[in-house]
């Protein structure tokens, strides 16, 4: 009964945040423009051969953003459009909900207090350009990242080898976003917090344990250097 009353609070919890953030943002969806870079960095204008271009010449080797861009503007401009905000829509918001779920395992923080910063976290305009559908590949690498620390999240609570690699993975492939480089710090100390009990007492077994999660940006650096040359 008490896992029952808890899925239905944070069903109730994930409504809330997806309303409040459908009347913050939902109205991007209804504006077919085009903005700003949109005409070189998107299908809207530029042909697959350019934004590969593109994509390289700004530094990444993964053009994943590139291919679902050629999807997305195969169905035609206007519709193009529209898919590409809708796919930043959903990123942001999917985002919100992941990190709800990954900040339940820290005790510390009260439900109403998780449910008041996840809903801040969504609906503040962090990202005011998202209107720009040159940021769809921000929002994706975005998407992915907290997707990572979901499954860094599920890694903490049941040890499970899958959630681990996976973790892993999805981190590796946010990274192609620059700048979260700089925010994974933030499941690092996540990890130490929620195994706070093995740092205190053996802090080099923990290192050791986890040295995977703390090479992964040298690593991805390394292979970015070593095997791409933009």
Not at 124 to 134: G, I, Q, T, Y
Request: aromatic share 18%; charged share 10%.
């Amino acid at each position: 009964m008490q896992n029952i009353s808890k899925n239905r609070i944070w069903t109730a919890n994930w409504f809330i945040i997806c309303c409040f953030y459908s009347v913050a943002y939902g109205l991007m969806l209804l504006n077919p423009s085009v903005f700003w870079d949109d005409y070189a960095t998107t299908g809207f204008y530029a042909n697959f051969t350019s934004l590969l271009n593109i994509s390289t010449a700004l530094g990444t080797f993964l053009n994943w953003g590139v291919y679902l861009n050629k999807l997305l503007f195969s169905f035609g401009n206007s519709i193009g459009v529209f898919l590409a905000r809708l796919v930043t829509f959903v990123a942001y918001l999917l985002s919100a909900l992941l990190l709800e779920a990954a900040l339940r395992k820290i005790k510390e923080i009260k439900p109403i207090e998780r449910f008041f910063i996840v809903l801040f976290f969504a609906i503040l305009p962090v990202n005011a350009a998202r209107m720009s559908l040159c940021t769809m590949g921000y929002a994706l690498g975005y998407l992915v990242f907290f997707c990572g620390f979901r499954l860094t999240a599920a890694f903490c609570n049941t040890g499970a080898l899958l959630a681990r690699l996976g973790a892993l993975a999805l981190f590796f492939i946010s990274f192609t976003t620059n700048s979260l480089l700089v925010f994974y710090l933030v499941p690092i100390l996540y990890l130490a917090r929620v195994k706070w009990e093995i740092v205190k007492s053996r802090p080099y077994t923990m290192v050791l344990k986890h040295a995977d999660f703390l090479l992964l940006p040298v690593v991805f650096w390394l292979i970015k250097g070593n095997f791409y040359t933009a």
